[in-house]
């Protein structure tokens, strides 16, 4: 398809119908010139297609699909082909409801455990995430299909979603916020991305012309279309001015009309809605061109699937040996998850799950257990019979699986917790449960971390997250050791709220929210705190052992344009056949700037039979090793040592090597007035100009007399020169100094670095 002639072809109103939707679900097609008005739908765990009445909170009925388990799960499987296989089987479902972008991945970063919406979410570290990202969209795009990654950028509360301003200093939006969405969309390459409601630095992210224009397209090279979140068009113009290419849902025939105003006033250039509509015209054609009318899948096939994610997503918290069961044991089943699981979350993201499995109904082929409900799905409070009822059973049971976890009134879209704790009820029932049962096992459907007063009571705590319709099944596969739990946690869960580092500035204060914290996110402010916390990022276990050893390098030194080899090899030690998620944390020793402790640069998962090793390889560029410079505005590794951490968790280190970082280009030195000795020092060559100049200054500190000063004094001395800005000097040498001198020796310095 020849898009550019498709283009000169257009009308003008028809140009400015393609950046505004036809309806809520659909852009406007231009029959005479053969675009057909495509659709596009949630996600993103599942397929929501409304085929009667429309809304975007999940409230009306959508055509039966698969519920898979929903982003904070899969996350948790660190596994990137899986969650390929995933994006496949949501592609199918697309192309057979011929549906043409699916509106997900979210990549938006986990800030504090407290965002309604994290469970669509899939970390607090932008590598996990965005690689996890990246694989839901090669996988959706391998059937022909978009998708929409999304909310771009730094959507990380409901409080106050549509309106609420973000300020956050620039080396936290780009290490962290925008950090998940750069690696989806250049290793993803998204077909579409879509703008979140808030402001960033007082401007609505779809009017956000750096961000839309300079970062996305500019420097990430993203080639597809821009689409609003539901309703966050502000002013279209303008949007379409900063790199906004559709509105949806539809703005209406007037918003029409306002374009077509615009680019006959001079306020808008036609060339830049005809680069925009060419954007949306070769997406819609990339679908339109590759229709797969019967996509070769079943809806059964789809839900074997969703249970084998839901397994390999499934973190084991906590297990003293209680777990895997044996089925001739006497065991009770508890709890009202048990015969009805929380499997996914509220709002747009919402499926209507064509087959569920309640862990009740699927372990009948395995094992016959008791039940007792223990609490009820909704309410917070106990209910004393069902309590009872719940402990009599326990208390006559081996061992008592009480599935519990977060109700739908506890968390969703829209609305943002206030607290972690689960029910009091659920609470209360494990807390009896304990009293009268040593082996209490507590199975978790909840969509983000919760506090566990518990934890230490009782004897296995496994977390199946919302792991989608057939979640069920899989809590039985693993509690009875099918297989081995292998999933490890995408985000920490803390010992308390009041420990997150957000908790301070979250949900901020009316319309404005500060990201004080900056880049210690999760385990990044965890670790430099050196705080304990419930369970660490990277945590999960498994039936059987594993042991690292044999570290190694490709080489000891990495060149800036170079590429690292680490490998490691994992031996499975125990009894048990099982999946291994291997992970490198990259710790960097250097004081240029503050810097988290470690940062995970790489995870691979293996499976290992009992007794057999395997080598995992991970592979680190200088990137791995680099933070945002603030000053050159841009990515900076600087050389010198740094220590290469592989292990089980983020706190379960195995081994460590050291790597030297080849020096890179030093970064230039911004030299003004203000800067100070110490500043100019770093300058390669500059004493030839300053040494003349500021001869009296140095004579001053008695730094051309070191010897006659002694240790102390000299070290006293050194340290006051290297802090004193070039203003200053002309103070410590009777006017000998001039302005005049130290403008022009400025402009030396700043010349000869150019
Ligand atoms: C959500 C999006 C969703 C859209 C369409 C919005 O409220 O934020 O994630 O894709 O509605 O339902």
């Not at 409230?59 to 929903?70: D, E, K, L, Q, Y």
């Not at 771009?152 to 409080?159: I, L, P, R, V």
């Not at 819609?284 to 061109?289: K, L």
């Not at 089943?333 to 709002?347: M, N, S, T």
């Given at each position: ?6 283009v ?35 996600g993103?765990?599942?397929?929501r ?30 596994d ?5 296989e ?6 199918d479902?697309?192309?057979q ?54 909310h ?10 549509m ?25 993803g ?12 630095d ?14 996305l ?18 002013d279209h ?13 539809s ?5 029409d ?6 680019v ?6 036609e ?5 925009a ?6 997406v ?6 590759h ?16 249970r ?5 997503c499934?973190?084991l918290?906590?297990?003293d040996?209680?777990l895997?069961?044996s089925?001739n044991?006497k065991?009770a ?15 747009s993201?919402?499926?209507n799950?064509?087959e ?17 409900q223990?609490?009820a ?5 106990a ?19 009480v ?11 829209g609305f943002?917790?206030?607290?972690l ?6 609470n209360?029932?494990i807390?009896?449960?304990?009293a009268?049962?040593?082996h ?5 459907h ?5 506090e ?10 496994l977390?199946?997250?919302?792991g ?12 009875f050791?099918?297989?081995?739990p ?9 010992l308390?709220?009041?420990?997150n ?16 914290e900056?880049?210690y996110?999760?385990?990044?402010w965890?670790?430099?705190r ?6 660490p ?23 800036q ?40 640069k ?39 040592a ?7 968790s ?12 080849a ?43 070191n010897?006659a ?29 001039t ?16």
């Open positions: 398809m020849d898009i550019r002639k498709l000169s072809q257009m009308t003008l109103e028809e140009k400015a119908g393609m950046l505004n939707g036809r309806d809520f679900w659909h852009l406007k097609g231009v029959e005479r010139l053969g675009i057909p008005p495509v659709m596009v739908t949630d993103p765990h599942g397929l297609k409304q085929v009667a009445q429309a809304d975007h909170l999940g409230i009306n009925a959508s055509v039966p699909a698969t519920a898979f388990p929903t982003a904070a799960a899969l996350a948790c499987s660190f990137r082909e899986l969650v390929g995933v994006g496949q089987a949501l592609g479902l697309c192309q409801e011929d549906v043409a972008v699916i509106l997900g991945p979210g990549a938006n970063i986990k800030r504090s455990p407290l965002c309604g919406r994290n469970f669509e979410y899939f970390s607090e570290d932008p590598y996990l995430a965005g690689e996890i990202a990246a694989a839901h969209i090669r996988g959706v795009q391998s059937r022909n299909v978009g998708t929409s990654l999304k771009f950028a730094m959507n990380n509360q409901e409080t106050r979603r309106t609420v301003d973000v300020t956050c200093d620039e080396r936290a939006k780009r290490e962290i916020y925008l950090a998940a969405f750069e690696r989806a969309v250049r290793k390459k998204p077909w579409t991305v879509m703008c979140s409601y808030n402001k960033i007082g401007v609505y992210s779809s009017e956000n012309a750096w961000l839309l224009r300079d970062v397209r500019g420097e990430w090279g993203f080639d597809g279309y821009t689409m609003t979140d539901w309703g966050a068009c502000n113009v303008r949007g379409v001015a900063a790199g906004l290419n559709l509105a949806m849902p703005l209406g025939d007037a918003a009309a306002e374009v077509v105003r615009a006959r006033e001079g306020r808008l250039s060339q830049v809605v005809d680069d509509v060419a954007e949306v015209l070769d819609v054609f990339r679908y339109a061109e229709r797969r009318k019967d996509p070769d899948f079943s809806l059964g096939a789809q839900h074997h699937l969703a084998k994610v839901a397994r390999e499934a973190v918290l906590k297990n040996g209680t895997p069961l089925s044991r065991i089943f508890i709890g009202a998850f048990a015969a009805a699981p929380r499997y996914q979350g509220g709002g993201s919402h499926i799950a064509y569920v499995t309640p862990a009740l109904e699927a372990v009948r082929s395995v094992a016959q257990v008791s039940y007792a223990g609490y799905a909704d309410a917070n409070d209910d004393a019979k069902l309590l009872g009822e719940a402990v009599a059973l326990a208390s006559v049971s081996d061992v008592a699986v599935f519990a976890g977060l109700p739908d009134s506890f968390e969703s879209e943002d917790r206030t607290h704790r689960m029910p009091d009820c659920q209360e029932l807390e009896a449960l304990c009268v049962n040593d209490v096992v507590v199975v978790l909840n969509g983000a971390p919760v566990m007063p518990w934890a230490d009571k009782v004897s296995a705590i977390e199946m997250y919302l989608g319709q057939a979640v069920g099944g899989a809590a039985v596969d693993l509690l050791g099918a297989v081995s292998s999933g490890k946690l995408a985000e920490t869960f803390p308390r709220l009041e420990d580092p957000s908790y301070l500035n979250f949900p901020g204060d009316g319309d404005r929210v500060t990201y004080a900056g880049v996110v999760g385990y990044r965890y670790d430099a050196r705080m304990p916390v419930r369970f990022f990277g945590h999960g276990l498994s039936y059987t052992t594993f042991a690292y050893g044999n570290l190694r390098l490709s080489a000891d030194t990495l060149m344009d170079g590429e690292l080899e680490v490998s490691v090899d994992v031996t499975n030690t125990g009894r048990f056949g099982a999946k291994e998620i291997a992970q490198l944390y990259v710790h960097s020793a250097h004081a240029g700037v503050s810097r988290p402790e470690q940062e995970l790489g995870f691979e998962k293996v499976y290992l039979a009992p007794g057999e090793t395997r080598t995992v390889t991970f592979r680190l560029c200088s990137r791995d090793f680099a933070y945002y410079n603030t000053d050159i505005h841009d990515w900076y590794a600087e050389g010198g740094y220590e290469l951490r592989v292990g089980a983020s706190r379960d280190i195995r081994l460590t090597a050291a790597v030297e970082l020096p890179g280009k030093p970064l230039p030195v911004h030299v003004t007035l203000d800067s100070t000795f110490a500043d100019i020092r770093k300058i390669p060559g500059g004493e030839k100009v300053y040494g003349p100049v500021l001869g009296d200054v140095f004579k001053a500190f008695g730094l051309m007399d010897a000063m002694g240790g102390g004094a000299a070290a006293m001395a050194e340290s006051l020169l290297t802090g004193t800005p070039l203003h200053s000097m002309k103070s410590y040498t009777d006017g000998r100094l302005d005049e001198m130290l403008v022009e020796m400025v402009r030396q310095l700043n010349d000869m670095q150019k």
